[in-house]
Structure formats: structure tokens, C-alpha cells
């Protein structure tokens, strides 16, 4: 499959637009073209002995959840194991692919999967993600009455980032005349307002309303997880334990609480989440890693807090994500997954 045909199938599978914005996704390292990829290689962390495995199984294109490029690269030399991992990809003919909080969000990616470790539950995100772009064009809508508006509308029309919603018949103080919605830029904004000023009886009824986005259904950061039953918090551990297939997690028990106390409320977040779960009204968080201060936050409002360690709370994506995205290329592409990529943190 052409590389290029490939990362848009990518996109389509989990759009781009759904990351944060500090965030660096997409095809990050990309051959010379034309690049045919017969085997996409799946691994949460691109380290060095995960290279050395993605090229000797001859993979041609490298999905790793985190990008392993993130802080701009100044110079490409063999000094530090970054640059030596572009430099072995770029050698190798191999591309490589990082999608990392879009996966996050969507609606069949790394917390959705997450969520279903906790037994029957409805799910809904923390903070949902919106529509990529406006219904209409610019971010405000401008309303005001007129019963001569030819004149402000010629003005308006030439204006650049301003486009006319609509015009209807209104009678406003017993007077006929002309309601006005125009939709602008945030940059159109203040001209917009400046040349409605020029009318001050206008200008003082003039409404400004901003335009929001709107959410998309079951798509944005972290879920906030309602159990069918409430469990006590000895069996969601038990649970969270064989989903991640992990020995081991950390436990801070909420204030007041046991290992028997029930749990009907979940707030989760793959990888790290103290900014995502913050605020949250939940019995129990549960993420890869907090800050110390911020575990007890919640301990003090009696949250109990599940810690996996970063990365075991997404690798386990993987093996699901081999699976979807199998079904999503049409078999077109052989998808495997990294049998050395692990947590660099064990319990020893």
C-alpha cells in the first residue's frame, strides 16, 4: 500500500484534528517517495531495541503511540538516541507514524479501551472534543435592526473575514425595519464594530454572540465511566489488573474509604492525568501517573487513586488497535505489534 494512501486511511481512522495542540502527530519521518508499506509495526514507545525489532521483521512503517519526535531536532548526528532513531529510520527506507492524543480521543481509541476494564458502565468523555470547523465562517455573530441598512451592508460586504448569515423583516418600537446577522473573525471583530459605532443608537442595540463548536459524541479527553453496579474497590483492582494484565498497580485510598468501600463512578485517563481528571466528581481516578500532590488532593476528598505506571495504561491499545486497523486497511497491510516495547518502570 502507497505510504502516502496509507497515512490518509490513518487520519480517516482517527482524524488528526482530534490532538491536543501542543501535541506532534502524524508522519513524522517519511522516505523518499514513492514508499510502498507492506507491514505497519505497532509499538506504544519507539526506543532503540524497539527499532532494532521493527527492522529486523522488515517493517516499512512505524505507528508508535508517542511521538518520538517531539522537541525540534537542531542537528541529526549519532549524539543522543532520538537523532539515532531518525537517522536508522531514514537509512532503512522506514516511516514513521505518531497519532498520541488523537488516539486519546476518539471514540474507539486508548480511553474508551481503557474503560472497558471496569465492567459494564456507560461512558462519557471528561472534555469533549469539537467539530474541527464552524458550521459557518468566523467565530462571532454580529445582530443588530436597522431601517436603512443598504448602506452598512454595502460597508460590511467589503470587509475581509465578515459574510452575511441573513436579513429578515422585524418591527422594533412599533417601527418596521431590517434584522441584520452577519458572521465574523475574531480579527474582523473590532472593524465590524468600529464602523457599526459610527450609528450610536445602532451600535447600543448592537447584540454580539460567540460561536461555539459543536462537541462530537463520544469523542475527547479521558471518560468519565458510570458502573451498571457498584463494585467494591478490592474487585475494580482486580479488574483494572487483568485488563492491563499487569502484577501489580498503586493504590491511595480516599479518606474514609477501604478496600470494601463501593465504587459507582469512575474518572479515567490513559498516561498521565492529572490535568484531565482535575475537577472531576468521581469515587475512584484511575490513570498511568500523578504528581504526589495531586494524589493527595483527591485522598483528601476521599477519591481513591489507581496508578498504572504512564505507558501501562495505553500498551494494552495495541493489541486492539492491531485488530481495527486490520479490518480498517482491508488486510491490505500486514499490522503487527512490538514484543519488546514494555513501561521502563517495574516493581523489582
Not at 471528561?126 to 448602506?151: C, V
Request: aromatic share 4%; glycine share 6%; with cysteine.
Amino acid at each position: 500500500m502507497d505510504l502516502k494512501a496509507l497515512v490518509s486511511s490513518l487520519n480517516d481512522f482517527a482524524s488528526l484534528s482530534l490532538a491536543e495542540s501542543w501535541d506532534n502527530v502524524g508522519l513524522l519521518v517519511e522516505p523518499s517517495p514513492p514508499h510502498v508499506v507492506n507491514t505497519l509495526f505497532l509499538t506504544n514507545d519507539l526506543m532503540e531495541d524497539v527499532m532494532e525489532e521493527a527492522l529486523q521483521k522488515r517493517a516499512d512503517l512505524i505507528l508508535s503511540y508517542h511521538p518520538p519526535i517531539f522537541k525540534p531536532l537542531k542537528r541529526l548526528t549519532w549524539q543522543t538516541w532520538k537523532e539515532r532513531l531518525v537517522i536508522r529510520a531514514l537509512e532503512n527506507r522506514v516511516g514513521i507514524y505518531s497519532p498520541h492524543t488523537a488516539y486519546d480521543a476518539a471514540p474507539h481509541g486508548v480511553n474508551a479501551w481503557l474503560a472497558k476494564g471496569l465492567g459494564a458502565c456507560t461512558t462519557i468523555p471528561l472534555h469533549s472534543s469539537a467539530a474541527s470547523e464552524y458550521p459557518t465562517k468566523g467565530g462571532y455573530r454580529i445582530e443588530f435592526s436597522s431601517s436603512a441598512p443598504e448602506t452598512v451592508l454595502a460597508r460590511l460586504r467589503e470587509m475581509p473575514g465578515v459574510s452575511l448569515a441573513a436579513t429578515v423583516p422585524a418591527r422594533v418600537d412599533g417601527e418596521e425595519q431590517t434584522r441584520v446577522s452577519v458572521n465574523c473573525t475574531q480579527h474582523a471583530l473590532l472593524r465590524v464594530m468600529a464602523l457599526l459605532s459610527q450609528d450610536s443608537p445602532l451600535y447600543e442595540k448592537t447584540e454580539i454572540i460567540s460561536l461555539q463548536k459543536p462537541p462530537l459524541q463520544d469523542t475527547g479527553m479521558g471518560r468519565l465511566c458510570t458502573l451498571k453496579e457498584p463494585v467494591a474497590i478490592s474487585v475494580l483492582i482486580e479488574r483494572v489488573k487483568s485488563h492491563l494484565r499487569l502484577p501489580h498497580v498503586r493504590l491511595a485510598l480516599g479518606a474514609g474509604k477501604t478496600l470494601d468501600s463501593e465504587v459507582k463512578v469512575v474518572a479515567l485517563c490513559a498516561g498521565s492525568g492529572t490535568s484531565v481528571l482535575q475537577g472531576s466528581e468521581a469515587d475512584l481516578y484511575l490513570t498511568g501517573e500523578m504528581s504526589h500532590h495531586d494524589v493527595l488532593d483527591a485522598v483528601a476528598k476521599g477519591i481513591t487513586v489507581i496508578l498504572c505506571e504512564h505507558s501501562n495504561s495505553e500498551r494494552g491499545f495495541l493489541r486492539e488497535l492491531q485488530q481495527l486497523l486490520a479490518a480498517h486497511l482491508q488486510n491490505k497491510v500486514q499490522v503487527i505489534v512490538s514484543e519488546r516495547d514494555r513501561d521502563p518502570l517495574r516493581v523489582v
